[in-house]
């Protein structure tokens, strides 16, 4: 297994239930460390360009208008295997499917408002990364 990165967004349905603390605290528990984060009010440009490969789906949307309506905290986690590690503590995208414990589990209540993103290839994180994250503002650690 290799030390990978990996882009996070607490979504805004979760920074609205002043979860952003109790969702972080799982990733360090977890063995992932947050080398880059910010805050941010998504445009509907950036979130639209952030979710492009949905552009065509009926729910694109519904998509970018929740992740523009309040504000998001994105992030960087790095540890070994970061990309399957954090989809793991995420869940299903429907938290109704996601198991006991995970996060969309115990923060989400509906598919369209799931409480975080996470990337899903080593190539998406790659794009996700860069597209919010000059490299200056990672801090490897
Ligand atoms: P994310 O990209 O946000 O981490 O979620 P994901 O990989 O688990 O799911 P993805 O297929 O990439 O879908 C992106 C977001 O679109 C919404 N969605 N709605 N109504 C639907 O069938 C449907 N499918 C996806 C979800 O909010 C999902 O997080
Ligand atoms: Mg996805």
């Known amino acids: 297994m290799a030390t990978e990165r990996t882009l996070s967004i607490i979504k805004p349905d979760a920074v609205a239930k002043n979860a952003i603390g109790e969702i972080i605290a799982r990733f360090e528990k977890a063995?992932?460390?947050?080398?880059a984060a910010k805050?941010?009010?998504?445009s509907e440009e950036k979130a639209g360009g952030f979710y492009a490969e949905h552009k065509e789906r009926p729910f694109f949307k519904d998509l970018v208008g929740f992740m523009t309506?309040?504000?998001v905290v994105v992030q960087v986690?790095?540890?070994e295997d970061a990309i399957a590690k954090n989809r793991e503590l995420m869940g299903a995208t429907n938290p109704k499917e996601a198991a006991p414990g995970t996060i969309?589990?115990?923060?989400a209540e509906t598919i369209d408002a799931n409480a975080v993103h996470g990337s899903?290839?080593?190539a998406s994180a790659e794009r996700e990364v860069?597209?919010?994250?000059?490299a200056d503002e990672i801090c490897p650690r």
């Open 31 to 35: 063995g992932l460390k947050v080398v």
């Open 39 to 42: 805050m941010l009010h998504l």
């Open 69 to 71: 309506s309040g504000p």
């Open 77 to 79: 986690l790095e540890g």
């Open 104 to 107: 969309r589990a115990d923060f």
């Open 120 to 122: 899903d290839s080593p």
């Open 130 to 134: 860069a597209y919010f994250f000059n």
